[in-house]
């Protein structure tokens, strides 16, 4: 009777640890406050489900409306004690603190993910698919979801090729041809300004001498 309890409770052990084991190694997984639409989640689940099951990283989204300082840390380290290695957390709050116009990003991996991605290629505020710090201004376009799924698609697509891979569900290559476009049109504009504003004053400044 006692052995056959015994391998009762050893068998009860084997399938809560199989469970818990397969929640913390999710292939990708998402936690917001309904600020990416479903459509968007769709893809950026693609991206994240092929990324794993070809390299066995684990990505997890977390966006939030607004966050505390207490409510980003208890969120950070509740998932950085779940994930299992391979893993990427980004954590997301459109407000961040007391602040109205300005939300935060953040990347946790796990240390053997070092050199598989560039922060400053997503982050980078001339250069980046997502800015570290983002400005939040009232439109009737939220960008927050075109903005995950240009970061997203960029940071899946380094660790992807880090590992000698290419996901089939990218999006990264062309949405970084977009936004280099946008960005190009958008300095020719500042210059053409700029010039414009030299010549007026310079030809006012003429007129007085």
Known sequence: ??????????????????????????????????????KAQNKLEEMGTELFQKTGVSTVIVAKGHLNQEQFLEIKDRYLKELKNPYVLWIFSKKYLDKENVGINQLFSSPDMEGRYDEDSLFSPWGGTFTKVLTVHKSK????AAAFLNGY??????????????????????????????????????AFFFVWYLQVKFSKGSKYE
């Not at 376009?141 to 927050?144: A, F, I, R, Y």
């Open 1 to 38: 009777m006692i052995t056959l309890q015994y391998i009762k409770a050893a068998f009860a052990a084997l399938i809560f640890s199989t469970i818990l084991t397969t929640s913390l190694r999710a292939d990708y997984s998402y936690e917001g406050d309904g600020y990416i639409a479903e």
């Open 141 to 144: 376009s939220d960008p927050t």
């Open 153 to 190: 698609g960029d940071l899946t697509d380094m660790i992807a090729k880090s590992y000698g891979l290419k996901l089939e569900s990218s999006i990264g290559s062309e949405t970084k041809t977009t936004i280099n476009i946008v960005r190009v049109i958008f300095y020719l504009i500042l």
